[in-house]
């Protein structure tokens, strides 16, 4: 399973403009095909009605070829998003369950969690931005094959740097625990929301790599990247660290 990590150049509070954007970017199946998963970055769909966002989450999976996972949107006062396969059917609602910073200012609520999807046989979860830094969001469930986050970094710090350690770290740790691929897909690191500066912490978190420089890769300096997500090797990861004891 090959997932593709989006992270455009600019955001902009008009989604429809996003979209358009995150469309020009990614190839069509016709020529070299995008993957199997696509993942946005929070708030693609900026505030569109529900009914539009929707609709240009299910097009862009009919576009691409790919099962995408449309970022999110605010959906009234909840930071909500959807999974749509590549056929343009509905695979998961998800919503923020941890809002954050500018957003419990700005008055959006909690949302619910969700229980992942399933695509081709293997079990995806989504978590939205700050959802990832709460354990319990994946405990209590079996294993899953991949978590995906769309993200929107913001940062208080004076450059991105900092973030991207915290979230670099972040991401590995939840890999090595729950023994998971963690796909984080943000905006590039000179894209603000409401004044403040986004750290553009786009990167893959593997728990198995080839070598001690693997565990994490990012963020990209492309728009659009590409990683493997190789289960045989997950699986032997998974084996091998409960026959001593950590499973």
């Not at 293997?122 to 700050?130: E, G, Y």
């Not at 004044?195 to 786009?202: D, K, L």
């Not at 963020?219 to 998974?238: C, K, Q, W």
């Amino acid at each position: 399973m090959k997932i593709i990590l989006v992270q455009p150049p600019h955001w902009s509070p008009d989604g429809h403009a996003n979209f358009d954007a995150i469309e020009d970017l990614l190839p069509s199946p016709a020529g070299d095909p995008t993957g199997d998963v696509v993942l946005l970055p929070e708030l693609a769909g900026s505030s569109l009605p529900r009914a539009d966002y929707l609709a240009r989450v299910r097009a862009l999976a009919e576009g691409s070829g790919a099962a995408v996972v449309g970022g999110s949107h605010y959906d009234g006062p909840v930071n909500r998003g959807a999974v749509f396969d590549s056929g343009g059917r509905l695979l998961l609602e998800y919503d923020k369950v941890h809002p954050y910073g500018l957003e419990l200012r700005n008055g959006v609520r909690p949302g619910l969690p969700s229980a992942g999807f399933e695509l081709a046989g293997r079990r995806l979860h989504v978590l939205l931005c700050a959802d990832l830094w709460y354990s319990a969001a994946l405990s209590g469930h079996d294993a899953f094959d991949a978590v995906l986050v769309p993200a929107f970094s913001l940062t208080r710090w004076s450059g991105p740097a900092p973030a991207r350690e915290l979230w670099q770290h972040m991401s590995v740790a939840r890999a090595y625990e729950f023994m998971t691929y963690v796909a984080v897909s943000d905006w590039h690191h000179e894209t603000t929301y409401q004044g403040h500066p986004c750290a553009g912490v786009t990167g893959f978190a593997n728990p198995c790599p080839q070598t001690h420089t693997g565990f994490f890769t990012g963020p990209p300096d492309a728009p659009v990247s590409a990683f493997d997500l190789d289960f045989t090797r997950l699986h032997a990861f998974r084996h091998d660290r409960a026959a001593r004891g950590f499973g």
